[in-house]
Nanobody, 125 residues
């Protein structure tokens, strides 16, 4: 199983970026997938997830209303649309699979078994 995240880059405050996570060796709809991020000098935190099957989603309070997680089952690809970006969104973003995703509970990295490499998002003017 491999996950490959891409789409990071430099954005201005208020701008947008879309991250992608290409998944191989695993059917996307059969696994809960999460996005995490790690800012400089900080621990890794859960950003959003989408559950296997019905696609229930969860968002961290800091990104709710600005970020949207989605998946394309035909392409086996996960997306994270990030709008209204803030400097505090600057981090390395990771996608991870085979975890737990519920609409009511935050996600934690120790719950996810398979990780892709990160993609760097920098929000700066």
């Amino acid at each position: 199983v491999q996950l490959q995240a891409f789409g990071g880059g430099l954005a201005q405050p208020g701008g947008s970026l879309r991250l992608s996570c290409a998944v191989s060796g695993l059917t996307l709809v059969s696994s809960s997938i999460g996005w995490f991020r790690q800012a400089p000098g900080k621990g890794r935190e859960g950003v959003s997830c989408i559950s296997r099957g019905d696609g229930t989603t969860w968002y961290a309070g800091s990104v709710k209303g600005r970020f949207t997680i989605s998946r394309d089952n035909a392409k086996n690809t996960l997306y994270l649309q990030m709008n209204s970006l803030k400097p505090e969104d600057t981090a390395i973003y990771y996608c991870a699979a085979e975890g737990i995703c519920s609409a009511s509970w935050p996600i934690y990295d120790e719950e996810y078994d398979i990780w892709g490499q990160g993609t760097l998002v920098t929000v700066s003017s």
